[in-house]
């Protein structure tokens, strides 16, 4: 079975740092690009960063460019979310998603659009 595991929420004030993971099983890790989606409460659901392991190629959303990296480690069939300078606004529920393939779809990294495999969120709250 597939999975994707996302891991590393929590609760921290604004200014500082979290680093998200989403570890992957059950298909071959650079087959797939693999995508971060955050959803606050009464708010659609925002794309904010994808990556194509095999070529090392990430987009990020306007929200989070300059202060969110995203990265692989293909060894150990992961990807992180390294997030700085957070606000009260990245508040939401995180989760790490991806497609069949291994490039991350067009209009990403804010396309939903063929993600076949969703991880369970994990919750990241930032206070003021």
């Known amino acids: 079975d597939v999975q994707l595991q996302a891991s590393g929420g929590g609760l921290v004030q604004a200014g500082q740092s979290l680093r998200l993971s989403c570890a992957a099983s059950?298909?071959?890790?650079?087959?797939?690009?693999i995508a971060w989606f955050r959803q606050a409460p009464g708010k659609e659901r925002e794309g904010i960063s994808c990556?194509?392991?095999?070529?090392?190629?990430?987009y990020y959303s306007d929200s989070v460019k300059g202060r969110f990296t995203i990265s692989s480690d293909n060894a150990r069939s992961t990807v992180y979310l390294q997030m700085n300078s957070l606000k009260p606004e990245d508040t939401a529920v995180y989760y790490c998603?991806?497609?069949?393939?291994?490039?991350?779809?067009?209009?990403?990294?804010?396309?939903?659009?063929?993600?076949?495999?969703w991880g369970k969120g994990t919750q990241v709250t930032v206070s003021s």
């Open positions: 990556i194509e392991s095999r070529v090392g190629r990430t």
């Open positions: 998603a991806a497609p069949l393939v291994s490039v991350c779809p067009p209009g990403a990294p804010s396309s939903a659009k063929g993600m076949a495999y």
């Open positions: 059950g298909f071959t890790f650079d087959d797939h690009a």
